[in-house]
């Protein structure tokens, strides 16, 4: 199966800030990377899919790229209520591969 | 309003079973795959298993196979997960989410979650 990294694992900020969180696949996957916000004690909230798109209600401070093996998330101006962990994730026949997580705490 | 809630979540010894179930409203249910994804304490997302939307294609992580059984009931709009030989290690917030896309997927639509502890 394909294997997911992101970096960092801890990344801290200020309001105000620009966030850039990487996701790296161990082989090419295309454009097909999701990306999700989580909260403590809430559910995962889907942000991105096929790498560039936006999901509906997502604020467009959120923007996703890459393609192949390396890929981004980056967040314009963090809000307060951006700081959270960040997942990406990919799709192997018959099976899901999340990334470890980036947390994104106030400096 | 879309919307997918657990239950069936809570306390039991290791080696005894659990039954979750995932009831759906605010969508056509039975056009969708859903998938379990569970999160240990402090830890990452996990993959658990998926299902289609009539039932034709199940798939589970390996650490899972043999003891979980995910099934659907689609005149209740409900998703099922039966998990028997419960392991300390199965400890987890377990969510159900929809799945979405062609060819690629991803889960766009989640539950709050329920909360499984396998404990002595």
């Known amino acids: 199966d394909i294997q997911m990294t992101q970096s960092p694992s801890t990344l801290s900020a200020s309001v105000g800030d620009r966030v850039i969180i990487t996701c790296r696949a161990s082989?090419?996957?295309?454009?097909?990377l999701a990306w999700y916000q989580q909260k403590p004690g809430k559910a995962p909230k889907l942000l991105i899919y096929?790498?560039?798109s936006l999901e509906s209600g997502v604020p467009s401070r959120f923007s996703g790229s890459g393609s192949g093996t390396e890929f981004t998330l980056t967040i314009n101006s963090l809000q307060p209520d951006d700081f959270a962990t960040y997942y990406c994730?990919?799709?192997?026949?018959?099976?899901?591969?999340f990334g470890p997580g980036t947390k994104v705490d106030i400096k | 309003e879309v919307q997918l809630v657990e239950s069936g979540g809570g306390l039991v010894k290791p080696g005894g079973s659990l039954r979750l179930s995932c009831t759906a409203s605010?969508?056509?249910?039975?056009?969708?795959?859903i998938n379990w994804v569970r999160q240990a304490p402090g830890k990452g997302l996990e993959w658990v298993s998926s299902?289609?939307?009539?039932?034709?294609?199940?798939y589970y992580t390996d650490s899972v196979k043999g003891r979980f059984t995910i099934s659907r009931d689609n005149a209740k709009n409900s998703l099922y997960l039966q998990m028997n030989s419960l392991r300390a290690e199965d400890t987890a917030v377990y969510y159900c989410?929809?799945?979405?896309?062609?060819?690629?997927?991803?889960?766009?639509?989640w539950g709050q979650g329920t909360t499984v502890t396998v404990s002595s």
């Open positions: 989410a929809r799945v979405v896309g062609s060819s690629w997927y991803w889960m766009d639509v």
């Open positions: 605010g969508f056509t249910f039975s056009s969708y795959s």
């Open positions: 299902i289609s939307s009539v039932g034709t294609y199940i």
């Open positions: 082989q090419s996957i295309s454009s097909w």
């Open positions: 096929k790498a560039s």
């Open positions: 994730q990919q799709y192997n026949p018959h099976s899901f591969t």
